[in-house]
């Protein structure tokens, strides 16, 4: 039995579904770690959107976020608990919208880099795809300006994306030096 499920587990297509579902879940939990403040919460979701496609690679990332969005038509997974089409359409959805996008853009971009500083660029470059997004789609849902929209939806979020951007890129250093994820 022992012998059987290690051999499963070794199977390359079972090892990357375990990822994709992992890094779902961690988004889904990241999601619940939120702060107030405007119509977009603070979370660490775009943590774990961002750690999904640096240590996933470009298209299981996207596949994890993906499977985040589809869990929380069903689940209470996104932030604050909440699921289903309100909430995928809601003033928040054009950055969860955003989430498979980033990941994507994440792998391809950051395993380009050289350098941890690079790296580090390219992590942020990948942040600001939910950015864009996800003010964009704030704008439309409000009818506010592109000045209101950024205020509300970008200014509160960047120096906590900085650090989430440090964060993603010293997990993805430390994790490639230890051979610790290889889909």
Not at 21 to 46: C, D, G, Y
Not at 51 to 69: C, F, K, N, V
Not at 171 to 177: D, I, K, M, N
């Amino acid at each position: 039995m022992q012998a059987a499920l290690s051999q499963t587990i070794s199977s390359p297509i079972v090892r990357q579904t375990l990822f994709v579902m992992l890094f779902a879940a961690l988004t889904a939990l990241a999601a619940q770690i939120e702060i107030l403040l405007t119509p977009v919460p603070i979370t660490m979701q775009t943590a774990a959107v961002l750690a999904s496609g640096a240590l996933l690679g470009a298209r299981l990332g996207a596949y994890s976020q993906i499977a985040y969005l589809v869990a929380g038509l069903f689940l209470p997974v996104y932030s604050g608990g909440g699921m289903g089409m309100e909430k995928l359409f809601g003033v928040t959805g054009g950055y969860l919208f955003s989430f498979p996008i980033a990941a994507f853009v994440c792998g391809l971009l950051v395993h380009r880099a050289s350098s941890f500083l690079m790296q580090f660029v390219m992590v942020f470059l990948s942040s600001l795809v939910t950015f864009a997004l996800g003010m964009t789609w704030l704008k439309v849902a409000l009818s506010l300006s592109w000045e209101a929209a950024f205020m509300q939806g970008v200014a509160p979020h960047l120096l906590g994306d900085v650090i989430k951007c440090g964060i993603v890129t010293t997990l993805c250093a430390a994790t490639h030096r230890f051979g610790a994820i290889k889909s």
